[in-house]
């Protein structure tokens, strides 16, 4: 291109001219261009927005350089380019206006958000708890990472790796990257992402503890030895197996002391479409218990201490102060550590208490339908292999179990009843038929 007296591009013997005209005070390109309809040419003013002319020179040269393209694809690609970077150009200007969802307000979003899974109370205050934890390390460790778009693979790895040094279980690191990986899922529209940051990371193979069930002397040392709250969640725990979240939160208004039955949904699977109200006995140990409570204070919650500790994100703090209980009690409660664990795993705790009721009614007698009524245990090998625990078998199978922390003694069980009977018909005598007769009956209509 001639900025003088013009500038030309030669392609198959057509010249397109151009030239840099001054008027106004600007200079502008004009371009001799033939219209491929017409066929005639035609002149193009092309602004170079510049008062200067070396300055109008070299902006000319760029406004030319389509023209001057030695082909029409050249002056396609040529123009894409341009609209290439425009775009990008834009995007970085967008993302600069919009820079997506900041670390402070994901979580609030996330539990506003209607596509994340349901979950109940307790899990959500776990996500809680585990989103405070990175959101404290990111602020520490990366302080200019303020929104979810700046969080890359690269900072998710060291925050695993962090949890890792601390010593966290496989367990627990592993429900840290499943929230954040399903919080960045659930919310990669609000927070501008094209990918998951914990993607890449593999779940850590398990170190599986599993807690392990107390003896019968066990339970009546550390029932015989508590007092307040603590007695009645340790009734609760022996003689529903509940979980320590629903012993904790378990209210007044789950329990017919009347009727004797306490019914309650496992918070664990609250949010579950085949969630269930279990319904469960009261054995007259825990009746008793519960009963010392006035009617007229029986509000609200049964354990209020345990309550406000358990919902003010302190579940792990009840389970130490349960522990400390059975330690006090000279049990033992860490076991072996393994492997590369930096930290004993806990072999006894309030969950042992479910372990040991499902023990117990085993040890009673109680079918597995039973059991599973009690506990609320599921499983569709037992569910096909089973039939549904009637209320008399339920309520037969907890009046079974022993006295922990109480002076009742459970009614005799089948077997009893069938040796007591064996007993009496071999001293059987034509001197004291009659006695024994009544006995036999008086034995075999005993009310298990």
Known sequence: MKTGNGSESKKGGRKRTGSLVQKGGSFYLVVSEKDPLTGKRKRLWLATGETNRRKA??????????????????????????????????????????????????FEAYERNPDRPPAGESTLRQYAFQFGRFEKWLAKTFPDCKTMKQVSPEIARRFMEQLTGDGMTANTTNKYRGFLHLLFRVLARDARIAGNPFEGIRQRPLQTAHRRALTVDELRIVCGQASGEMRVLLALGVYTGARLADCCLMQWGNIDLARGEIRYSPRKTASRTDSKTLTIPVHPVLGAILSETPAAKRRGFVLPGFAKSY?????????????????????????????????????????????????????????????????????????????HAGAETVRAAVAALPAIGGTYTPPPSEADRLAKVRELAEGMTGDNWQTVRAAILEAASAKG
Do not use: W
Request: net charge negative; with cysteine; hydrophobic share 45%.
């Open 311 to 387: 919902s003010e994100n302190a579940a792990a703090r009840v389970s130490q102060i349960v522990q400390a209980h059975f330690q006090a009690c000279g049990i033992q409660t860490e076991g072996e550590s393994r492997g590369k664990r930096k930290v004993a795993p806990v072999e006894v705790g309030f969950h042992s208490l479910r372990h040991t009721a499902v023990s117990m009614l085993r040890d009673a007698g109680a079918s597995m339908s039973a059991t599973m009524a009690i506990t609320g245990h599921s499983s569709a090998a037992l569910l096909d292999t089973y039939t």
């Open 57 to 106: 020179e070299s902006r000319a040269a760029e406004l030319f350089a389509p023209f001057a393209a030695r082909d029409s694809a050249d002056r396609l690609a040529h123009i894409a380019g341009q609209l290439d970077a425009a775009q990008a150009q834009a995007a970085i200007l967008e993302d600069a206006a919009d820079p997506g969802l900041k670390i402070a307000d994901a």
